[in-house]
């Protein structure tokens, strides 16, 4: 079956440093990843996407690497800041066409 | 302003009524969703919807039911036959194409039933 997990709850981070968020998926057949950003009590934002045939993607202070062979995917944030301090979900596309989520990882940073 | 909004932020029903949480969107989206959040968890998978007038059950769709008259609208009723109905309710929505496949979410329903 598909699953989406995570191997962190928690990371802690000084403010400054970069931060690396893991996720692994079991489905071989997701073509599409998507990573987003949930503050407390309210609703996910979209940080980045990446299709499977794609290794790495860019964007703003955000790079997301997939690697298809051992199914994981990771969220590098650089120079985290104190607004970066939220949950993270990373989910992936099925072929019931509707994201599965992770269980999310809570990104803490210290000043 | 283009957006998903859900309403009311906050929610609370006695046991054994049905309730039904309102999600609009005005961002001309073919696809809406439900998920239900748990404190501490993941966004799991309720209801969705690709079209007007169809839906789909996602992994927990037991003691939920939706409609999809409108493309803006997707509202969804808790019914009493739901064990647990105290969560966060998220909405969200998206384009039908095979480059993205982003949802925007709405800012949820806090629903309490005690």
């Known amino acids: 079956g598909e699953s989406v997990g995570l191997h962190l709850p928690t990371l802690s981070v000084q403010e400054g440093d970069n931060s690396i968020i893991n996720c692994a998926y079991s489905n071989s057949a997701s073509d599409y990843f998507i990573w987003y950003k949930q503050e407390s009590g309210k609703g996910p934002q979209f940080i980045i996407d990446i299709r499977s045939n794609m290794d790495k993607r860019q964007g703003q202070r955000v790079t997301v690497l997939l690697n298809k062979t051992v199914k994981h995917l990771s969220l590098q944030i650089a120079a985290t800041q104190p607004g970066d301090s939220a949950v993270y979900f990373c989910?992936?596309?099925?072929?019931?066409?509707?994201?599965?989520f992770g269980s999310g990882t809570r990104l803490q940073v210290q000043p | 302003d283009g957006g998903i909004t859900q309403s009311p932020k906050y929610l609370f029903r006695k046991e054994g009524q049905n309730v039904t949480l309102s999600c609009e969107q005005n961002l001309n989206h073919d696809a809406m969703y439900w998920y239900r959040q748990d404190p501490g968890q993941g966004l799991r998978l309720i209801y969705y919807s690709q079209i007007v007038n169809d839906f789909q059950k996602g992994d927990i769709a037991e003691g939920y039911s939706v409609s999809r008259e409108k493309k803006e609208s997707f509202p969804l009723t808790v019914t009493s036959a739901q064990k647990n109905p105290t969560a966060f309710y998220l909405c969200?929505?998206?384009?039908?194409?095979?480059?993205?496949?982003?949802?925007?979410f709405g800012p949820g329903t806090r629903l309490t039933v005690t």
């Open positions: 969200a929505s998206s384009f039908r194409t095979p480059d993205t496949h982003e949802q925007y």
């Open positions: 989910a992936e596309f099925s072929t019931r066409r509707a994201l599965t």
